[in-house]
């Protein structure tokens, strides 16, 4: 099935067809007729997917086929577009800029970190659509500097990690001033109580649309656990990347701190690195990513939140230094990779004492993720593990640690441990 069949205008086939995009994403599929037949949209699509375009093309679509009415006054916003992170702002704008070149129509992006001044330059020159970060939105709508009250189309992306970041009050201060007639559409990687109860007050009798099974990963990606001491973590991924002649890979650590410590130590071994999290500032952010995209900087070493809705063409290594506590947050990790179609590898480092972590990704997934040592890193299983695990005695998961990892990938030998 092309795109023809799913009731675009022939200027966004081109459109896509200029990005090379030869057939609807699954969620693009289900999702652009029922938004084009003016249906609110509730979607479970992690990034990677085509969510993007799955909203883009058929609200760009609404807008072309009903003109702003012709007035001196400054265009009101019509489409809200709602993102967690300044990052995937920016992707969700290059992506309604690409796809509505040729409409005519205006949009502004809007986000925290850049001038606020500039923001309010653009906005004065009327915007068709707003791409935002809540927090920024609000400033700007507090200054006066940005209309919502005629908002026709409103999409929240990435909801459930909005909730995560806290924004439920900015959330409800914007919905507040919105139109309470319009049409909504809501894009979620998961899906809790949290957000159906956000849903409910938001939605008018939603199209479900659920392109994976619920809460799984991109089969795309192959995921690999290596069993390996915490303090020797750096030292295998440093050969593992270096080994293996890896270009571009993201590693995710769970704190601000540790992504700097590790972006030096990596560097020091020879391996171009940056890091990026919520201390640097956003101009530093940019061109690290840039820096990545284009090749130059090997690793980009990010926080969750940091590297939230990245999209980088291609990307084929994702690396958990350390397991998440949230098992939705591996889930998003590893859909970094793998998208659209392409390949990816997931490695996860996994010291013993993650173990419960571990066991709380695969209930999460329904599927056991099989750990394996790599040779000359195996772990050292006599030692005391510092915390407990929560679920099961020390004892039984020791035991447990050790017949995953025996009955698995023989390439662990005690005898030919390094140290
Ligand atoms: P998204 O899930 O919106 O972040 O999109 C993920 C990636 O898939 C982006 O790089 C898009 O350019 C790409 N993409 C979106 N739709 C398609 C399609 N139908 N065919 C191929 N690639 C696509």
Do not use: C
């Amino acid at each position: 099935m092309g795109f023809a069949s799913l009731g675009l205008d022939q200027m966004l086939l081109d459109a896509v067809a200029a990005q090379g995009y030869e057939t609807p994403t699954p969620i693009q599929a289900a999702a652009i007729p029922a938004i084009l037949e003016r249906q609110d949209v509730m979607a479970g699509a992690q990034t990677g997917t085509g969510k993007t375009a799955a909203f883009t093309l058929p609200i760009l679509q609404h807008l072309m086929a009903a003109p702003k009415a012709q007035s001196d006054e400054k265009t009101p916003v019509r489409a809200l577009i709602l993102t967690p992170t300044r990052e995937l702002a920016q992707q969700v704008y290059a992506s309604v800029q690409a796809y509505g070149k040729g409409s005519g129509l205006r949009s502004v992006l809007v986000y925290g970190g850049a001038s606020t001044n500039a923001q309010i330059e653009q906005l004065k020159g009327g915007a068709d659509i707003v791409v935002a970060t809540p927090g920024r939105l609000i400033d700007l709508m507090y200054k006066r500097a940005v209309d919502l009250r005629q908002v026709e189309y409103m999409v929240f992306d990435e909801a459930d990690r909005m909730l995560d970041m806290g924004f439920m009050d900015e959330l409800q201060r914007i919905l507040k001033v919105l139109p309470a007639e319009r049409q909504t559409l809501l894009f979620s990687a998961t899906f809790d109580d949290e957000i159906f109860k956000l849903s409910k007050t938001l939605l008018n009798s939603p199209k479900l649309i659920e392109v994976d099974a619920r809460n799984t990963a991109a089969i795309q990606v192959e995921q690999r656990v290596y069993a390996v001491d915490a303090e020797r973590k750096r030292e295998l991924i440093s050969y593992l990347i270096g080994s293996q002649n890896w270009q571009q890979v993201l590693i995710f650590t769970r704190t601000k701190l540790g992504a700097d410590a590790l972006a030096k130590e990596l560097n020091k071994d020879g391996l171009k690195t940056e890091a990026i999290h919520g201390d640097k500032t956003q101009g530093a952010r940019d061109r690290a990513l840039e820096s990545f995209r284009e090749g130059e900087t090997r690793v980009l070493v990010a926080t969750d939140l940091a590297a939230r809705g990245l999209d980088i063409q291609q990307l084929k290594y994702v690396v958990n230094f350390e397991l998440p506590f949230k098992a939705e947050d591996y889930i998003h990790r590893i859909g970094r990779t793998g998208r659209a179609g392409g390949s990816g590898l997931a490695i996860t480092l996994m010291s013993e004492e993650e173990n419960y972590l571990l066991e709380a990704v695969e209930e999460k997934l329904e599927t056991r993720l099989p750990q394996q040592w790599m040779q000359g890193f195996e772990p050292d299983l006599t030692r005391e593990v510092k915390k407990p695990p929560r679920r099961s005695s020390r004892g039984a998961q020791k035991k447990r640690a050790r017949d995953r990892a025996l009955g698995k990938s023989g390439s662990g030998k005690k005898a030919n441990r390094r140290r």
